[in-house]
């Protein structure tokens, strides 16, 4: 479920089952099964918006066990095929680039805002 | 027990050299020697993972691993990209169990991987010049021999440009390696306004890299996979395996893999070397007249310590600095990215004004071969947004990394403890100025930075140590060494890696270990006639 969630806040759909599966394996491998656990469930219950939560809390604590489980998702959707074109751009699109980035820019001021009333709301620290 | 007229200790590039320059003399080369793993990735790293499909390489096992090695920074921030790849681990595998070590804010990286930590190196090679020699009871026409031979064996790519004054001698140069859009584009401004550069003492040119551009002694020429952070042995990038498996295969040296070298003893009748074998743990004693010792800066070190059973000296421990400066070409912003390049080197500069700790140089990166998901979360966006941002700023990014001189202090410091531990002690230098300084050079070509995103890295975290066993006129004490690399009050234990380095400039010293090992190779084969 967790890997659902995050994957949502990332790209918009549910995880692939094998990253899904992937996921799970990591959080029960060294070093991430060492690291203090953060329960992601309380949250995703009440329907928090964990990509606004994820930047309200960076912007606070540089490394965050939030931030963490948002990057190994990220990982493993990295390096699949399907999400080549999410990471890497091949043609040259300047244009396009300038307007999305600032389109980002501003949309992540209204997370930012977001997440730090939900860090409120939920009482995160 | 074995013996050999000539023992080296470690297969690195030095211990590599030091037995090449010995080839004719069958040394015997003990070395714990982990190897790497064959990866399946076959073809340019990008191609491979638009395409990759039933069948193909398992993108997940080559580039996360299944032990999520390449994660690794997600909870340490310690390795660099080029260490942390599934298949690249075994470059620092065993480390803490073979040689623990207690450090205050040191990183300390070590090898036990034949070749060592050349496996993962950006395979920059660059000579020594008589300013980055001063203070060494040797010069550069001692070096220049080894150098040139280096140069043949191996095949160093470069130019003659406007770095070969901090280079040395362009002599035997492959044709460079090509470069990216970005770095053609940073070359492009810098000879736009190369006067006014040079003048405020920036100067920019091409890296010298051991990395073919033709074929060349029974490897092929770079393919520009752009694989280097996760594929380890890519034929074209050299590594000291290839001679050491090649010095193996002729029968020109004897070398015994998984051993580790404890300590020595010295009596009239020779030396005795003792050693552990890695996979049984029983003691081995190996016998020798002369000693080369290549075990890398801090473990020869250790070697030294131990064998004289020494818990209270401290010997200084030396490490470039380094720290990194992230700029932005914002006409590169949603550029295409250069999906066939070599992503482990791009450019090199060199600051030689007067706001810098005498010449300072400095590697210019882009950021390709690696997974965005590395460095995506530095980005000020929500994790959506940075994702675009890794998409369509990447391109535009350039990493300057500065290195930084060394000398020894009183602060810095490498000591054995009593339970067998090194203890690294090392006090970061305040930031400096040339930092900003290289900022402003670097804006006038164009490119935008911010001095709050210039970050110092942890001292260690350079791989680049040196200097616990230095090498003097005249030695003093049980810890240094004369000018032929023979340690003080021996008579045949020889010090050939960058532990005998009296001070470590700026310049990168992995062309100067080899070919000083080589030269005190010859001189160890000259005093057996």
């Known amino acids: 479920m967790e890997a659902n969630h995050i994957h949502r806040a990332l790209f918009g759909h549910d995880a692939p089952e094998e990253v899904q599966r992937q996921y799970a394996s990591a959080l029960e491998t060294p070093p991430l099964a060492d690291w203090p656990r953060v329960n992601l469930d309380r949250l995703i219950d009440r329907g928090a918006d964990l990509e606004a939560l994820e930047l309200a809390v960076r912007r606070s ?20 095929p399907d999400n080549f074109e999410r990471f890497v751009n091949e043609r040259c699109r300047r244009p396009a680039g300038w307007l999305i980035l600032g389109l980002h820019l501003l949309r992540s001021l209204y997370k930012l805002g977001k997440g730090r009333w939900l860090m409120r709301v939920h009482d995160i620290r | 027990m074995t013996s050999a007229e000539i023992i080296i200790v470690g297969a690195g590039p030095s211990g590599t050299f030091a037995a090449y320059q010995l080839r004719g003399r069958g040394p015997l080369v ?57 298949r690249m681990r075994f470059v620092t595998r065993g480390a803490a169990e073979l040689s623990p070590v207690v450090a205050q804010n040191f990183d300390a990286l070590m090898s036990f991987a034949a070749g060592g930590m050349a496996n993962a190196w950006g395979a920059g090679l660059y000579r020594f010049t008589a300013d980055d020699l001063a203070g060494y ?35 035997g140069l492959l044709p460079p390696v090509a470069l990216g859009a970005s770095g053609r584009a940073v070359l492009r ?96 004693t190996f016998h020798c007249r002369r000693l080369i010792l290549a075990a890398g800066a801090l473990n020869t070190a250790k070697i030294v310590l131990r064998s004289n059973d020494d818990h209270v000296t401290r010997l200084p421990l030396l490490d470039s600095n380094r720290s990194s400066i992230p700029l932005v070409d914002p006409w590169g912003i949603g550029g295409a990215l250069d ?11 060199v600051y030689a004004g007067e706001h810098g ?108 140590y040196a200097g616990a066993l230095p090498m003097t006129t005249t030695p003093v004490g049980p810890y240094q060494t004369d000018r032929d690399g023979l340690l003080s009050r021996t008579h045949g234990v020889y010090v050939a890696d960058a532990a005998n380095f009296t001070v470590l400039p700026s310049n990168s010293h992995s062309f100067t270990m080899m070919a000083n090992a080589m030269r005190i190779a010859d001189h160890v084969g000259r005093t057996l006639g």
């Open chain 2, 339 to 349: 999906r066939s390049v070599y992503s482990a080197a791009m450019l090199r500069a």
């Open chain 2, 357 to 464: 700790p005498g010449l300072t140089h400095m590697a210019v990166y882009a950021s390709v071969g690696t997974l965005c998901s590395d460095y995506l979360f530095d980005f000020p966006f929500s994790a959506r947004g940075n994702i675009a941002a890794a998409k369509y700023l990447t391109p535009a990014l350039l990493l300057v990394q500065l290195s930084y001189p060394d000398a020894p202090t009183l602060t810095n410091h490498v000591r054995l403890l009593p339970d067998d531990r090194l203890e690294l002690r090392y006090t970061s230098k305040p930031a400096s100025p040339l930092e900003s300084h290289v900022l402003g050079l670097f804006r006038e070509l164009g490119y935008l930075g911010a001095l709050g995103l210039c970050r110092r890295l942890t001292p260690g975290n350079s791989c680049r």
């Open chain 2, 30 to 86: 003990l070395d714990v020697g982990y190897r790497a793993q064959e990866s399946a990735l076959d073809g340019n790293f990008y191609e491979l993972r638009k395409t990759s499909s039933a069948g193909g390489p398992d993108l997940f096992a080559e580039l996360i691993g299944p032990g999520f090695e390449s994660l690794h920074n997600v909870f340490h921030a310690s390795l660099g990209p080029r260490l942390k790849g599934p």
């Open chain 1, 61 to 80: 604590r540089r490394r965050n066990a939030l931030t963490q489980r948002f990057q190994v998702l990220c990982y493993l959707a990295e390096v699949r």
């Open chain 2, 189 to 284: 401004r810098y000879t736009q306004r190369r006067k006014s550069l040079n003048r405020r003492g920036l100067y920019i040119g091409l890296p010298r890299l051991a990395v073919l551009t033709r074929d060349h002694d029974g490897r092929r020429a770079y393919r520009y996979d752009t694989l280097e952070c996760f594929r380890p042995n890519d034929p074209a990038v050299y590594t000291p395996t290839y001679t050491l498996d090649e010095l193996v295969r002729r029968g020109e040296i004897l070398y015994e893999r998984g051993v580790l070298v404890e300590r020595y003893t010295e009596s009239s009748a020779g030396i005795s070397v003792l050693a552990r074998s890695c996979a049984t743990g029983e003691r081995r």
């Open chain 2, 137 to 171: 009871p040797i010069s550069v026409l001692d070096l220049e021999p080894y150098y040139d031979a280096i140069t043949a064996k191996v095949g160093i790519s470069g130019a003659d440009d406007d770095l070969s004054r901090f280079f040395g001698s362009a002599r």
